[in-house]
């Protein structure tokens, strides 16, 4: 299975920066044993993985060797791709510029590299369908695309809409490789004039295409501005505090005596 990482986007919400977008830094992780800063789009790669990825593909512009020089060729046991899209034109296009590498019977992940969601492992709840919707509940679905539900059939989305009808959003999405490429060619027949995934999505189920929406998200987060990004570092700090929390309760009497002393000792130096 492939992962499709469109990062071609000029990231003017959160500029100035001296670095792509989906390198900013944003919590942090342990390597070795050693504590380092997370870019970003680092959590997008581990979910995709999880997800069942074996494979990953970056989209990106010419301007953004910098992702390239910071992932190389390989990301945990996944490998890494990069495909070139010459000018920012919206996410279908960015999408099925993959299509240079992605197989005729792979399937397909994607999702935004400059958000944080959780649970981590969600993709895996998404089902062996044409087009399946990993959805997240958010207090502003006027901001994202939102995803009307009859069960678990998707019967609109409606793109960054004021009135929206639904509080669910699509955070990530699965295609099978025969879904793929019906969506792939469905947009090359409209000229292609479709900037976003929803507006290609809406014409895909009026043509008689299916789409499941599953939701499995809890929390999701669009890094892409200062006060996303804000949001973020907090959610990731009390992520952090509740599994300390959760690691305490489990542990044995003995494991919470160490612990107590290591703390007592470290107010003490």
Avoid at 127 to 147: G, I, R, T, W
Avoid at 156 to 180: C, L, P, T, Y
Wanted: charged share 25%; with cysteine; net charge negative.
């Amino acid at each position: 299975m492939w992962g499709i990482v469109p990062a071609a986007g000029r990231g003017s919400r959160i500029q100035p920066l001296a670095f792509s977008k989906e390198l900013l830094p944003v919590g942090s992780r342990s390597d070795n044993g050693v504590d380092r800063p997370c870019a970003v789009s680092e959590y997008l790669l581990e979910r995709l993985i999880l997800g069942g990825a074996t494979k990953i593909c970056f989209v990106i512009s010419p301007g953004k060797s910098d992702i390239l020089e910071y992932f190389g060729d390989r990301y945990q046991d996944a490998e890494l791709a990069y495909v070139v899209q010459p000018r920012a034109a919206g996410l279908c296009d960015a999408v099925f510029r993959a299509a240079t590498v992605v197989g005729d019977t792979d399937d397909v992940l994607v999702g935004l590299p400059d958000t944080v969601w959780f649970p981590n492992d969600a993709l895996g709840a998404l089902p062996s369908a044409e087009l399946s919707f990993l959805l997240f509940p958010v207090e502003h679905p006027e901001f994202f695309d939102a995803v009307v539900l009859d069960g678990s059939e998707v019967r609109e989305i409606q793109v960054k809409q004021q009135d929206a009808r639904s509080n669910w959003i699509w955070g990530a999405f699965k295609m099978s490789a025969q879904g793929f490429r019906d969506l792939h060619r469905l947009w090359k027949r409209r000229d292609p004039r479709d900037e976003y995934f929803g507006t290609l999505v809406n014409f895909y189920l009026a043509s008689g295409g299916r789409g499941i929406g599953v939701k499995a998200g809890e929390s999701y987060v669009d890094v892409g501005t200062i006060n996303g990004y804000r949001t973020a570092i907090a959610l990731l700090a009390a992520r952090d505090a509740g599994e300390q929390c959760a690691r305490l309760w489990a542990a044995s009497p003995t494991e919470l005596q160490d612990a107590s002393a290591h703390e007592l000792a470290g107010g003490a130096s």
